[in-house]
């Protein structure tokens, strides 16, 4: 089945200590990326790859970091969890580079608290 | 600064009859526009898209409809189900750049 899975589904953890969310999609999809969903800010954009070893800021990466080792792996990593960074998120993979004309598909979530 | 917004944070929508989305946007830069539904504790799933050279798209029940002078586009789901009570987002982009609305929470009562 074509999926893109995410590692865990729930995380509570404490400030500062790192953590890693794990992204893997099966369809060798060139683009991957990661949101957050926040109340009343819909989805933005925090990193994107359109490639193995190419990885791009979005519109809001502080505090993150991500890397593509892999074509099928993105993992997402918090070197230091704030309270900010409490959020929903999702990864996501696209067969083609440009981004906006072509649709995503979503892994199913990641509930991040960070007290 | 929002460039996508979808004003309405929730719609409720007796089954058989339309449901219409509303979403606006101020980048006169964005060239395609999609729509996605959310279910509670998954991710977001593509519904339809539409190019600004198009002003109307159709798929089944779904139609999306762009006005590109009043920068605003709508989704109808007609007739509307129970199975459509979801959270829908309006995307808007062009090349590498994609901006998401807040979403609408619908309800479909039967």
Redesign the interface.
């Known amino acids: 089945e074509a999926q893109?899975t995410q590692n865990p589904r729930y995380l509570i953890t404490v400030t500062g200590k790192k953590l890693t969310v794990t992204c893997s999609q099966n369809m060798n999809h060139e683009y991957m990326s990661w949101?957050r969903q926040d109340p009343?800010?819909?989805?933005?954009?925090i990193y994107?790859s359109?490639n193995v070893e190419v990885t791009d800021k979005g519109?809001v990466p502080e505090g993150y970091k991500v890397s593509r080792k892999e074509k099928r792996n993105f993992p997402l990593i918090l070197e230091s969890p704030s309270p900010n960074q409490t959020s929903l998120y999702?990864c996501?993979s696209s067969f083609q580079?440009?981004?906006?004309?072509n649709?995503?598909?979503?892994?199913?979530?990641t509930r991040l608290t960070v007290l | 600064d929002q460039q996508?917004k979808?004003n309405s944070p929730s719609l409720s929508v007796q089954e058989g009859r339309i449901s219409i989305l509303n979403c606006d946007y101020t980048n006169s830069m964005f060239?395609?526009f999609?729509w996605?539904k959310k279910y509670p504790?998954?991710?977001?799933?593509?519904l339809i898209?539409i190019?600004s050279i198009k002003d109307k798209n159709e798929d089944g029940r779904f139609t999306v409809f762009l006005n590109k002078s009043a920068k605003h586009l709508s989704l109808h789901i007609v007739p509307s189900q129970p199975g459509d009570s979801a959270v829908y987002?309006c995307?808007?982009?062009?090349?590498?750049?994609?901006?998401?609305?807040?979403?609408t929470i619908l309800r479909v009562k039967s």
């Open positions: 893109v949101y009343g800010l819909g989805l933005r954009q994107y359109m519109d999702f996501a580079r440009v981004l906006s004309y649709e995503q598909f979503f892994g199913p979530g | 996508v979808q060239d395609y999609l996605y504790a998954e991710g977001p799933t593509f898209s190019s987002f995307a808007a982009g062009y090349g590498n750049k994609l901006v998401f609305g807040a979403g």
